[in-house]
């Protein structure tokens, strides 16, 4: 049974709205990535050297990234020997089925947060200004509230003209506290406070935010480590998560910050925000493969649902959808 089958049989017949999601958010790379593909497959009647040359090209300009690329097409060139595949048609399925594998490769670690049952977790939200930090942290206080946990939001990105008052809106519009202090104040002092209040409160999540310069990275780190030692004095074990929140549209970019954050701090997973607003949402695969950090929440739209916990192949058969819905 090909791949495109097996997604055919599991999604199209799906009422699950997250499918959809997936699907809806993903038409700017699917547009730009399978019509190139559908494009390549027309225009060469067997997969030979070129027809291999001209994909690389396709995936790399998809920001799949130069060395995810290299492994897809060495694994492509060993399936399409091993299955005797001649007609560029049938190698289709194979493309797909070889992103999920390379997404997944030998990582048997999943996508969910490490959420504690009865004892307060804590996240903790890095990531540059303007990636769409805030409204993540208030779309997923808002997830959380709709679950009926009790959570907490930290205003710790002090330095920043308007953070604090941003958080306070989300905060206002989810219905959750908002612990905060003076603009200029000390992060560190914040998050004390805010873990204070959080355990006052019986909450069950204390979302903390942080301050995204990356100007002066010793300096970035030093906030960031005394940010997670305060916080871990307060509550052993945590933070929990250290989610690194990402813009997908910034394609490249979003990688140079991402091998940043990851050495300033142990960032557990990625939340790739505007997947819905890029024709490159290759990323995903380059952010997981070159970097070992999974990718545990996407953006996929403007609505507050909108954010969703990331899934492989939910996610190739937003990119396929196309072709899997012809599948016979």
């Given at each position: 049974?090909?791949?495109?089958?097996?997604?055919k049989?599991?999604?199209?017949?799906?009422?699950?709205?997250?499918?959809?999601?997936?699907?809806?958010?993903l038409?700017?790379?699917r547009?730009?990535?399978t019509?190139?593909?559908?494009?390549?497959?027309?225009?060469?009647?067997?997969?030979?050297?070129?027809?291999?040359?001209?994909?690389?090209?396709i995936l790399?300009?998809?920001?799949?990234?130069?060395?995810?690329?290299?492994e897809?097409?060495?694994e492509?060139?060993?399936?399409?020997?091993?299955?005797?595949?001649?007609d560029?048609v049938?190698?289709?399925?194979?493309?797909?089925?070889?992103?999920?594998?390379?997404?997944?490769?030998?990582?048997?670690?999943?996508?969910?947060?490490?959420?504690?049952?009865?004892?307060?977790?804590?996240?903790?939200?890095?990531?540059?200004?303007?990636?769409?930090?805030?409204?993540?942290?208030?779309k997923?206080?808002?997830?959380?509230?709709?679950?009926?946990?009790?959570?907490?939001?930290?205003?710790g990105?002090?330095?920043?003209?308007?953070?604090?008052?941003?958080?306070?809106?989300?905060?206002e519009?989810?219905?959750?506290?908002v612990?905060?202090?003076?603009?200029g104040s000390?992060?560190?002092?914040?998050?004390?406070?805010?873990?204070?209040s959080?355990?006052?409160?019986?909450?069950?999540?204390?979302i903390?935010?942080?301050?995204?310069?990356?100007?002066?990275?010793?300096?970035?780190?030093?906030?960031?480590?005394?940010?997670?030692?305060?916080?871990?004095?307060?509550?052993?074990?945590?933070p929990?998560e250290?989610?690194?929140?990402?813009?997908?549209?910034?394609?490249?970019?979003?990688?140079i910050?991402?091998?940043?954050?990851?050495?300033?701090?142990?960032?557990?997973?990625?939340?790739?925000?505007k997947?819905?607003?890029?024709?490159?949402?290759?990323?995903?695969?380059?952010?997981?493969?070159?970097?070992?950090i999974?990718?545990?929440?996407?953006?996929?739209?403007?609505?507050?649902?909108d954010?969703q916990?990331?899934d492989?192949?939910?996610?190739?058969?937003?990119?396929?959808?196309?072709?899997?819905?012809?599948?016979?």
């Amino acid at each position: 049974m090909s791949f495109f089958k097996k997604l055919k049989d599991k999604f199209t017949t799906s009422t699950d709205n997250v499918t959809e999601k997936f699907k809806d958010g993903l038409s700017k790379t699917r547009n730009n990535f399978t019509s190139r593909v559908n494009d390549l497959v027309a225009r060469y009647r067997k997969v030979d050297e070129d027809f291999f040359e001209e994909l690389e090209e396709i995936l790399i300009g998809a920001d799949v990234g130069f060395d995810t690329v290299m492994e897809l097409i060495d694994e492509l060139k060993m399936e399409v020997k091993r299955r005797n595949i001649q007609d560029t048609v049938d190698i289709q399925p194979v493309i797909s089925e070889k992103l999920v594998e390379i997404y997944q490769g030998e990582h048997d670690d999943d996508n969910t947060l490490n959420i504690k049952e009865n004892e307060l977790t804590v996240l903790l939200f890095v990531g540059v200004n303007g990636v769409g930090k805030t409204t993540t942290i208030g779309k997923m206080a808002h997830m959380f509230k709709e679950e009926g946990k009790n959570v907490v939001l930290a205003a710790g990105d002090t330095f920043r003209a308007g953070a604090i008052e941003q958080l306070e809106v989300w905060g206002e519009r989810v219905g959750v506290p908002v612990i905060k202090q003076a603009a200029g104040s000390d992060p560190a002092a914040v998050m004390f406070d805010a873990v204070q209040s959080a355990k006052a409160k019986k909450a069950d999540i204390l979302i903390c935010d942080t301050a995204g310069r990356l100007q002066n990275k010793v300096n970035l780190m030093k906030e960031l480590e005394k940010v997670k030692r305060v916080i871990e004095r307060e509550v052993p074990g945590a933070p929990h998560e250290v989610l690194l929140v990402l813009d997908a549209t910034t394609g490249q970019n979003a990688m140079i910050q991402a091998k940043t954050f990851k050495e300033a701090t142990n960032v557990t997973g990625i939340v790739l925000t505007k997947l819905d607003g890029t024709a490159k949402g290759g990323i995903v695969l380059a952010i997981r493969n070159e970097l070992n950090i999974p990718v545990k929440y996407v953006g996929l739209g403007e609505k507050m649902d909108d954010l969703q916990p990331f899934d492989a192949e939910k996610y190739v058969y937003g990119l396929f959808s196309n072709l899997v819905d012809k599948e016979e």
